[in-house]
């Protein structure tokens, strides 16, 4: 028997399998940067909607829902997203939002795949 054979498929192997690993890595890098972006954005978001909407300690329904509209139209950290979900509510004194989002321009211009992250904003009365 000959041990004679070319080394190249093993090294063509170990390349695929550091190539695949690596783009692992940026891929699950890219999906923590994008939830950490769209989880900001739903923290400036009800936080804005709820100190603007605040009446005597108690936001009011319909002007949170108004002043989340116009922060989801208006702030730049939105533009990057896609919002496919915006649900803004309120009990008692605190103001919950769910964002659901794709972040764009992840990796190579793809968008991720669909994020949803929750925030809540509480107001306090001072005496």
């Keep these: 028997m000959s ?3 070319s080394v190249a498929p093993l090294i063509a192997g170990y390349l695929a399998l550091i190539l695949l690993a690596a783009f692992g890595a940026v891929a699950v890098g890219a999906g923590i940067i994008a ?3 769209i989880q900001g954005v739903a923290d400036f978001a ?3 909607s709820h100190d ?3 009446v005597a300690g108690i936001p ?3 002007s949170l829902k108004l002043q989340l509209q ?3 139209g208006r702030a730049s950290s939105v533009q990057s997203l896609e919002i496919v979900v915006a649900e803004i509510a309120v009990v008692d004194e605190v103001s919950q939002l769910r ?3 794709r972040y764009r321009e992840v ?3 793809l968008d991720s795949y669909l994020i949803c992250k929750n925030s809540r904003a509480k107001s306090y009365l001072v005496p």
């Design 3 to 5: 041990d004679r054979g």
């Design 35 to 37: 939830g950490h972006r």
């Design 46 to 48: 009800v936080l804005y």
């Design 52 to 54: 603007r909407s605040v």
């Design 60 to 62: 009011d329904s319909s």
């Design 70 to 72: 116009d922060f989801l």
């Design 99 to 101: 964002l659901c989002a």
């Design 107 to 109: 990796l190579f211009g």
